[in-house]
């Protein structure tokens, strides 16, 4: 059975994480999505406001768990017995740092493999940042993210929840 690990800052965890977690958890025995507190920017969620999010959405997922690491992935994936890093692709704009990143990783420990997965056309202008620039100035980012992770937004930025908005007659559907 093999192990893949799905590492990402997840801030938050869009519709399109979450297709690949779907994908990934077809292909591989065991699927551990890791959040990573990131190196290089600053996050909207603490790391266990992302892992928090991250296993409400894949509650109902038997062979997916939800972790978070620190230092060094390709360490983090040995420790697990990991053959397998997973990571989506969206756009040819997404493939010279993911392509970096690959080889470093592969120049470190040449027996884990990365395993691209492309995500749905439907959700490939989707990141992380689009949504959350997108909440913080009151858009609606439904079917963008799950539910959850709507709610998370919404307190995050102090909005009022839809179904208030609704009550009000703020908004229509
Ligand atoms: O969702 P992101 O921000 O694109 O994820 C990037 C992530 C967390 C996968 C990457 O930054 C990472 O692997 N960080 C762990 C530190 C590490 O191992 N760096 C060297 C290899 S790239």
Sequence with gaps: ???????????????????VIERAR??????IV???PNERKETLFTTDERVEMLREVCRGFSNVEVDSFSGLLVNYALTNKATVIVRGLR???????ELQMAQMNRCLT????????????EHSFL???IVKEVARLGGSVTGMVPPVVETYLERKFKL?????????GGISG
């Design 1 to 19: 059975m093999s192990t893949a690990i799905y590492p990402g800052s997840f801030d938050p965890v869009t519709s399109g994480h979450l297709d």
């Design 26 to 31: 077809q292909v591989f025995g065991k699927v």
């Design 34 to 36: 890791s959040v990573a």
């Design 91 to 97: 756009a040819v704009s997404d493939f010279e740092l």
């Design 110 to 121: 040449p027996d884990i493999n990365t395993v691209f997965l492309m995500t749905t056309t």
């Design 127 to 129: 990141s992380s940042s």
């Design 160 to 168: 009022e929840p839809k179904s208030k908005q609704r009550a009000a």
